[in-house]
């Protein structure tokens, strides 16, 4: 079945990197997402990648993807306070499917 | 940029009663609009698809008749939550498929407390 995993947590201290990772199983995936969801908060897009890219990257944000083993990672250079969060990685077999989230982990930020 | 918006953003209720949360595209026609659920410290769970005219499409193991779902126009889907009861209580999210741009705009979530 469809199943997407994250560690739960990730602790960084800031203006360094952070890399949060994720796998999947569901081989039929082609976009794959990560969301940010702060407290008490809907789910922000932060960005997604399609399953025939090995990267993208957007400013502080870069998206690696190896389909041969269905790891997912993001990383998010210069982590500041504001990174503070729950990153949900997703995955959906189309832009109408349904969306499968992972548990989603928590980025703490100490100083 | 296309903006999904929910109402109430949190509403408390006693046990039997039914809960209505609107679900709307602001600058957008959605089509498809999909409702989720998390759970404290959880991931979202799908719980319907919801297409303009037709029937909900819903996962396995959620109740049709507890949770109604109406698309009756290109922006608004609503979720009643009838009989409600505590194991109700949740995070209920949706999101609405931008067509074209293929991707989903989320909602900032209902709270629901059913005491």
């Known amino acids: 079945g469809e199943d997407v995993e994250q560690s739960l947590f990730l602790s960084v201290r800031e203006g360094d990197s952070s890399v949060i990772n994720c796998t999947y199983t569901?081989?039929?995936?082609?976009?794959l997402y990560w969301y940010k969801q702060e407290p008490g908060a809907g789910l922000q897009l932060l960005t997604y990648?399609?399953?025939?890219?090995d990267m993208k990257q957007d400013q502080r944000l870069t998206v690696l993807l190896n389909k041969k083993d269905k790891h997912l990672s993001l990383r998010i250079a210069d982590t500041q306070t504001g990174d503070s969060a729950i990153y949900f990685c997703a995955e959906s077999e189309g832009s109408a499917s349904k969306i499968i989230f992972g548990s989603g982990t928590r980025l703490s930020i100490r100083p | 940029g296309a903006v999904v918006s929910q109402h109430p953003s949190r509403v408390i209720c006693k046990s039997g009663t039914s809960v209505k949360i609107e679900c709307r595209s602001l600058?957008?026609?959605?089509?498809?609009m999909f409702w989720y659920r998390q759970f404290p410290k959880k991931s979202l769970m799908l719980m319907a698809t919801?297409?303009?005219?037709?029937?909900?499409?819903?996962e396995q193991g959620v109740e049709k008749d507890k949770f109604l779902i109406n698309h009756a126009s290109l922006t608004l889907s609503t979720l009643t939550v009838t009989s409600a009861h505590p194991e109700d209580s949740s995070f209920y999210i949706c999101?609405?498929?931008?067509?074209?741009?293929?991707?989903?705009?989320f909602g900032p979530g209902t709270r629901l407390l059913v005491l």
């Open positions: 999101s609405a498929l931008l067509v074209g741009e293929e991707t989903q705009y």
């Open positions: 990648i399609f399953s025939n890219m």
């Open positions: 600058d957008f026609q959605a089509t498809t």
């Open positions: 569901d081989s039929s995936s082609t976009y």
């Open positions: 919801s297409n303009e005219g037709s029937k909900a499409t819903y």
